[in-house]
């Protein structure tokens, strides 16, 4: 009788291609892609007993090239990668490693979300200076969709920005993130970007969240989850690496970069 394993496997894929992550009846979603290989090639015997735990459920319309599931299964490392890249799936799974039994992919360490804005006039050095004030613990209410029992709190390690092409290209590093945050963060700075409005607003609306401010929303499409920190090595394979940089390749390709 084969082994029980905990496997953590790192996954891409163009968000734009979906309907959205978490799975829905009779609807392409990226969830639902992944069950439906990992249950047709018998990798696990049902979803509650692998145990199945995503990294980062991705916005509709949003890509990653560095998300990360964990499954318990009694199928080789090898057998898995195989499975994946049999199947000629729009998920590319690349990566993969045995973990503890314990191991959750929620808890990661950091998580790299990158935006491309595009650059239609913006001043871009007011947009670098008012990043700046994201950076450290704040309350998003303002900046974010907000659930009633989530804690509105987060730390962003750090915010970096650059220009590329006709693009301004913000990094956002932190351990965990609200839903919409980091559009919304986006679309603030946008609007600093277009004089719009100014740094102050922005101050006020952190320091303030009770005052209920929205400064819209920015598109999903130019949204990437890069990569999850954990303290664990993933083994890469070769052929599906590639298909990776296929898949960035189109996808940079498609934005004119």
């Given at each position: 009788m084969s082994i029980l394993m905990r496997i953590a496997l790192k996954i891409a894929y163009d968000g734009r291609k979906f309907i959205g992550f978490a799975r829905q009846p009779r609807l392409k979603t990226v969830e639902g892609e992944i069950l439906k290989i990992l249950t047709k090639n018998n990798l696990i015997k049902n979803i509650k007993e692998s145990y199945f735990r995503v990294a980062s459920?991705?916005?509709?319309?949003?890509?990653?090239?560095?998300?990360?599931?964990?499954?318990?299964?009694?199928?080789?490392?090898?057998?898995?990668?195989?499975?994946?890249?049999?199947?000629?799936?729009?998920?590319?799974?690349?990566?993969?490693?045995?973990?503890?039994?314990?191991?959750?992919?929620?808890?990661?360490?950091?998580?790299?979300y990158r935006y491309y804005l595009k650059n239609n006039n913006l001043d871009v050095e007011k947009i670098i200076q008012s990043s700046k004030v994201f950076i450290g613990d704040h309350n998003f209410s303002n900046f974010a969709r907000v659930e009633s029992f989530r804690n509105p709190i987060r730390i962003i390690d750090d915010i970096k920005v650059k220009e590329e092409k006709s693009f301004i290209i913000l990094d956002f590093?932190?351990?965990?993130?609200?839903?919409?945050?980091?559009?919304?963060?986006?679309?603030?700075?946008?609007?600093?970007?277009?004089?719009?409005?100014?740094?102050?607003?922005?101050?006020?609306?952190?320091?303030?969240?009770?005052?209920?401010?929205?400064?819209?929303?920015?598109?999903?499409e130019y949204l990437i989850l890069k990569d999850i920190i954990f303290n664990i090595d993933f083994e890469y394979d070769i052929k599906l690496f590639k298909e990776l940089c296929l898949l960035k390749k189109d996808f940079y390709s498609s934005m004119k970069l």
């Open positions: 459920r991705t916005d509709k319309g949003v890509s990653a090239f560095g998300n990360v599931i964990a499954i318990n299964s009694n199928k080789s490392k090898n057998e898995i990668i195989k499975s994946f890249s049999d199947n000629n799936s729009e998920i590319i799974i690349y990566g993969i490693s045995e973990v503890n039994e314990d191991f959750n992919p929620r808890h990661a360490k950091q998580r790299h590093f932190a351990q965990s993130y609200l839903w919409h945050q980091i559009r919304k963060i986006i679309s603030s700075l946008e609007k600093v970007g277009i004089c719009k409005i100014e740094l102050n607003q922005i101050v006020d609306a952190l320091d303030n969240p009770e005052k209920n401010v929205d400064f819209g929303l920015a598109p999903p």
